[in-house]
DNA sequence: TGGTATGTTTGACGTGGATCGTACTACAAT
DNA sequence: ATTGTAGTACGATCCACGTCAAACATACCA
C-alpha cells in the first residue's frame, strides 16, 4: 500500500483532449513516430517493440503523454503492457486526423534516425 | 545597406513543411488560434488584427514561424503586412488537416484568454 | 527463494523556445 | 523634416519539456 493504484497507469481512459492538447502530444518527433506506427499496426504493440531511439524511461514518458491527452489505451499482459491507438476515439473527435498523419510522408531528422540498439538502452547519435 | 533584403520576409514561398514541421508549428496555442484565424477568414489579415495576447514582438516571432513552416504568405501593403493562409498548399499536402483544425471546437486555456496585457504593447484589436 | 524481463517513477540536467523590451527600418501623412 | 504607424531584429530571461540514469514495482520462471 504505497498509495499508488496499480491500476492506474492501466486504464486512464478519458474523452481525446482537445486539439490543442493532440496537436502538442503529436507535435513531438518521437511520439508522432509512435502513433504512426501504432496507426499503420491494428495489433497492440507492446512498449519496448517501438523503433524509437530513445531510452525505456524516455518511452514511458512519451506513452503517458500519449495517453493523457487520449490518444491511446494500454492494458497489462502478463508482463508486457501492450498499446493501442484509440483510434474510433479520435476519428470521431477529429475525422481525418490520424489518417492524414499516416498518410504524410515522414523524413525523420538525422538526429532521430535509428541505429542498432546495442542490448539495452536505445542508442541516439550521441551529443559528445 | 545592412545585407537585408528587405522582402526576404515578403515572399519566402517555398514547399509546405513535413508534417513533424507542420504539427510543431501549429501545436502552439497561439498559433494554433491564428491559424483558425486565418483558415475562417479568407481575406488577409494584417498583423495588428490577431486576436492573441502577446506583444507584436512576439507575434512577428509566431509568424516567422508559420511562414517558415510554409503555411502562410505574407505581402507588404503600404506599411501593412498581410497574410494570408497558404490553404490550397497545406491541403493538397495534408488534406483535411486545416479543416480538422478550424472545425476543432477550441477552449482556450485561461492564460490564453485576452486580456489587458501591461504597457503599451499588448496586441488590441480594432473593435470593428 | 532468487533471478530475469518489462515498465514506471523520480530526480537532475540541458536545451529549445515563448516571451518581453528596446532599438531599428520602412512607409505614410502632416 | 517631423511625427506616427506597422512591423522586424536582436538580446535577455525564464520555464517547459525531452532526455537519461538509477531505483522501484510487478509478473513470470527456474
Known sequence: MNGHDPLAAT???G??????TVLQAMADPVRLAMVRSLASNDEPI???SFQVPVTKSTLSHHLRVLR??????QR???TRRLTTLRRAEIDA?????VETLV???LQLPESLEMQELPGESAVVVSPH
Chains 1, 2 share one sequence.
Not at 15 to 20: E, F, K, M, N, Q
Not at 68 to 73: N, R, S, T, V
Open 11 to 13: 486504464d486512464p481512459i
Open 15 to 20: 474523452p481525446v483532449a482537445d486539439i490543442a
Open 46 to 48: 507492446c512498449c519496448g
Open 68 to 73: 493523457e491527452a487520449g490518444l491511446i489505451e
Open 76 to 78: 497489462s499482459e502478463g
Open 93 to 97: 473527435a477529429f475525422p481525418g486526423l
Open 103 to 105: 498518410r504524410a510522408p
